[in-house]
């Protein structure tokens, strides 16, 4: 079957049709008032179509506000869509279906399933949304909106599944280090499934992103440990570069000539001072350097 494609509808100006119809009306009433006065019996061969015309035709007006559409049908034929903002007339004998064209925000529940690493999460995400082709959002989905809603809530699971929740380095995308990455991937993964529809994502974002209870202690350990390592290898960097520096000028100042086992010696005390958590207590040598 080929997929049905949004067109617009036939349809006159509303007050331009209202016109007209007033016309007929008055027409009409001329014609009775004419029968009546003559018993001309030829008259209701007009009297009798217009006072059926004129009811009508009254059902063939619509109005469609701003950002809002209007989906006909004609004994089961699509028939094309009103787009525009107005007052209208069309075919009076299709039926309308009503689609907002405005902007959606879909909030997802907080939804629990594993990461990349199968640890348990919990997130949830708002995905922003809109139809841009009424014909697919009335004809190919039974209801759009509740498409939509199933649709995010498996993109957004299917997407927790592909990335860690952290990442231990700087190269691997994480659901919480790559935030600006795993929206933009979001957007793409819900938009696929949402064409169908004939809806449009502009936007998809994560809006919660927690560990599940029964592990989010463990895993808070677990970043204070990384966090403490990390900071720990920092120090002894810094600390290594300082020790160095300081036996560079040393030598080139030639302030004095240390061993090896001075130097280790040296080395052993700057890398104490320099690493330690608490403050040291200098001690002062008054005697022989090799004492």
Sequence with gaps: MEPIREFRAWKIPGFAALLVVILLGAGEAALIYALVRSAALILLWAVIPIAILVPLSFSGFVTVQPNEAKVLIFFGWYTGSIRDAGFWWTNPFALRRHVSLRIHNFNSDQLKVNDLSGNPIEIAAVVVWRVVDTAKAVFDVENYQEFVSIQSETAIRTLA???????HDADTASLRGSPDEVSEDLRKHVYTRLEIA????????ISHLA??????????????AEAIVAARQKIVEGAVGMV???LTMLSEQDVIELDEEKKAAMI???MVALVSEHETTPIVNTGSLYS
Excluded: F
């Design 268 to 270: 052993n005390n700057l």
């Design 244 to 246: 160095q520096s300081a």
């Design 211 to 224: 560990y599940a209870p029964e592990i989010a202690q463990a895993m808070l350990r677990r970043q204070q």
């Design 161 to 167: 599944s592909r990335y860690p929740y952290d990442a």
């Design 198 to 205: 004939g809806v449009e994502v502009s936007e998809a974002r």
